[in-house]
């Protein structure tokens, strides 16, 4: 009975990532791909769990039917997963939010909550039931919980894999979740099946199960778990004419056709129109630079070529080679199956060489130097785009520029609204583009503003009529940029109100590991879904390092009285599996962040890196369950692994640099990292458990406590990490506050309990 109650506890790991990973991607299509509302996502779903786990531990302390219980939790859960893809794809039509705006903060998070309500209560119920069932099989109450967590963890670590190599690249999210619900309902009957007893409950479940395994079955088996997908599909884009639909390791792409137009949709975020673009914008962008320059000759674009860009950068006589990198194949295989003229021609030009690469591993590789580069990203609006709006970009493009070269990028803007998310975004990029270059100007504009950086001071002269003279000279025939509007957009006076605009504008230098690019711009979408949240963005970014130092150190005092009210360990342990949750989360944002730095393509690295992490609790959490038995000093130990954590929080930082600088290494020294974070965490929870038992407390009611609160901390990592700490503090910053906050809950522990610091015992 054992090991039935064991795969079903892996099952449950399993079944668990899997559905979190399937809803974290369905609602970053809801959420432009911001990689930060990972965050927010994953926290909701700990702090769901965390409730589920909880209750759970309150309802069924005494009560019978056990497994009976496990299987129906396990058959909700199962059906409301598939529920909560299909509302998730019809959310913004229920919201009224047209296809392709993004939503405001407040509205990732309650969106987000709701969604996982459902399916997060029900897996979090599912541990403390598997606790219970465990420990009547066993006889070992006092190491169920921890054993119960390392089986969970090894399913965790199988999800991981298999939606990383197998569910994500060849099934649909409704072919995968319906699948794993056969999975769930076929356990769930070898559960219940063995032995004797159990009564009309049992048979009546056993009876629903074996319903339920053919109904799931046939619905994969027969293709209408494929129609289900098509036809949410059709609901989620409402009225518009979708021509494919695809997920690649590097996101969501879906073509919207109308009238022999297509539009291009990344992550729910129009990318690409043809064969008519937004033309004016397009040879804003391209000429204006280009005509900058004396004579052009090899130019380098950084995404977003396709559809207009490189057409107009083949305009220019003097042009030789355009290498144009994009980094998801994907893209430029669906622009090639839904041709035009126009992208064709690009695409096809024996002048243009097209690299399936991302764009600044390109630029970090590369021997070549270029006259011009463009970037072809908007706005530093996520993880990935911010990588191309920092220091560090700006002086790799600095030393792949030819003499006289100039490095071109925009960034919203506008010559009415001026809220201060918008002022400081382009204030912070403009200080970031000069604490690299010597030379930078602006082009501000209605709908944008083009930033131009270089090592020439005559290069950015924009002289009006020499750059009138050349757009003669070169013979280009284009739409905006005709004599009248080049003097308009180059006037001295645009110059004198664009530094009116920023005056007063946030300095900060936007880099790799402190992305307040990032920051700024999520502060500027915000302002406009949700103007109530400006107070808010301003109050994130007064915080610091000394304020969380200074709060921190106020926490010892709190306890200080519970210990006067004699609660000893019953407060402080859950304190310190609270906190060790939190530092796990955001080792976790921390690794998926830094890889995010690196490459530019952590998500489909996402399923590997939790795996690992996974791995390294299971390993953890296994090695402190054997040790149990034969430790004489269950405290010690337990402060041992406190002191641990908080010296791999202040070292993370600098193996996350040194693996930056080992970049052909660096893929598998991420994963030792996310492996080593995980052995710490897991390692603490079986030994907490066995303490936390030790002062009088039930196994139900000890694990649905300890698991919440390592939840609860969790959430608040995601959260927290998520939305103030990375973006605000930056990765080294936060490290050290994981540090000093292990180092609080280290002092609390010995607040708690005196007898410690002597040698004493009670």
């Known amino acids: ?111 987000s909550f709701l969604i996982l309500l459902p399916v997060s209560v029900l897996h979090g119920a599912l541990f403390t039931l598997s606790c219970r069932i465990y420990a009547a099989c066993s006889g070992q ?122 539009i291009f949709f990344e992550d729910g975020v129009a990318n690409i129109i043809t064969p008519v673009p937004d033309l004016v914008a397009v040879e804003e962008f391209v000429h204006l630079p280009l005509l900058a320059h004396p004579a052009p000759g090899r130019v380098l674009i950084l995404s977003g070529g396709a559809g207009g860009v490189i057409n107009e950068v083949l305009k220019h006589p003097s042009v030789a080679a355009v290498t144009y990198a994009e980094l998801d194949p994907l893209l430029l295989s669906l622009l090639r199956q839904f041709p035009t003229p126009l992208t064709a021609w690009e695409l096809d030009n024996e002048r243009v060489q097209v690299a399936h690469v991302d764009g600044r591993l390109l630029l970090k590789e590369t021997p070549e130097r270029y006259d011009v580069i463009f970037v072809g990203i908007a706005e530093p609006s996520s993880l990935q785009a911010n990588r191309f709006f920092t220091a560090e970009f700006f002086a790799l493009a600095r030393d792949r520029l030819n003499a006289g070269g100039i490095l071109v990028l925009a960034a919203p803007g506008s ?74 957009k180059l006037h001295p006076g645009w110059q004198e109100w664009f530094g009116r605009f920023i005056a007063g504008g946030s300095r900060k230098i936007n880099r790799d590991f402190r992305p307040v690019g990032l920051f700024y711009s999520l502060s500027h979408w915000n302002a406009l879904f949700a103007p109530g949240f400006g107070r808010l963005f301003q109050g994130i970014e007064r915080v610091s390092l000394g304020a969380i130092a200074l709060a921190l150190a106020l926490l010892p005092l709190l306890f200080l009285l519970l210990r006067a009210k004699r609660r000893g360990l019953a407060a402080g342990i859950p304190f310190a599996i609270a906190a060790t949750g939190f530092a796990g989360m955001i080792y976790d944002l921390v690794v998926i962040f830094a890889f995010q730095v690196v490459y530019g393509y952590a ?33 010690k130990f337990f402060l041992g692994i406190e002191l641990a954590l908080v010296g791999f929080s202040l070292g993370l930082p600098l193996a996350l640099l040194a693996v930056n600088a080992w970049a052909p290494l660096a893929i598998p020294l991420f994963l030792a990292i996310s492996g080593a974070a995980g052995l710490l965490v897991g390692s603490q929870f079986p030994v907490a458990n066995q303490l936390y038992l030790g002062q009088g407390g039930g196994l139900s009611g000890t694990a649905g406590l300890l698991y919440a609160s390592d939840l609860l901390g969790g959430w608040l990592g995601g959260i927290v990490g998520a939305i103030v700490l990375l973006p605000v503090l930056g990765l080294v910053e936060t490290c050290a506050a994981l540090g000093l906050l292990k180092l609080a809950s280290f002092v609390i522990i010995l607040i708690t309990q005196p007898q410690m610091l002597t040698g004493r015992r009670e």
């Open 141 to 262: 109450e006092k190491t169920a919980a921890g054993r119960v967590y390392v089986y969970e963890t090894v399913g965790t670590i199988l999800g991981g894999i298999a939606c990383t190599y197998w569910l994500i690249p060849r099934l649909n999210t409704f072919e995968a979740a319906i699948g794993l619900a056969a999975a769930n309902f076929a356990t769930g009957l070898i559960l219940l099946a063995p032995g004797r007893g159990g009564g009309w409950p049992r048979k009546a479940m056993l009876l629903s199960l074996g319903l339920l395994l053919v109904l799931s079955g046939s619905l994969v088996l027969g293709g209408q778990a494929d129609a289900l997908h098509r036809a949410s599909v059709r609901a989620q884009w409402r009225s518009l004419n979708v021509v494919d639909y695809q997920n690649s390791p590097y996101g969501n792409i879906c073509v919207v056709e109308n009238e022999g137009q297509y």
């Open 415 to 488: 010559l009415s609204l001026q809220d201060e998310g918008l002022r400081d975004l382009n204030s912070c990029i403009f200080h970031t583009l000069r604490s690299v270059f010597p030379q930078a100007r602006v082009i501000p504009g209605s709908d944008g503003n083009i930033f131009l950086a270089s090592e020439s001071a005559e290069a950015l002269a924009l002289d009006r009529a020499q750059i009138v003279g050349r757009l003669y000279q070169r013979e280009i025939t284009a739409g905006a940029p005709v004599p009248w509007h080049i003097e308009n």
């Open 603 to 635: 998500f489909s690295w996402i399923g590997a890196l939790v795996a690992a992490f996974m791995v390294g609790a299971a390993g953890g959490a296994t090695l402190t369950t054997a040790l149990l038995p034969r430790l004489r000093d269950g405290l």
């Open 1 to 111: 009975m054992q090991r039935r109650v064991s795969l079903a506890a892996a099952v449950m790991g399993f079944s668990g990532l899997v559905a979190e990973i399937l809803l974290l991607r369905e609602l970053l299509i809801v959420f432009s791909g911001n990689e930060l509302t990972i965050g927010v996502i994953l926290a909701n779903w700990l702090l769901l769990e965390a409730a589920g786990s909880f209750l759970a531990g309150r309802l069924i302390e005494g009560a019978r039917h056990e497994r009976e219980a496990f299987a129906l939790v396990t058959v909700l859960f199962s059906l409301f997963l598939s529920a909560a893809v299909f509302l998730t794809r019809t959310l913004k039509g229920l919201l009224g939010v047209s296809v392709g705006e993004s939503l405001g903060l407040l509205s990732i998070f309650y969106v």
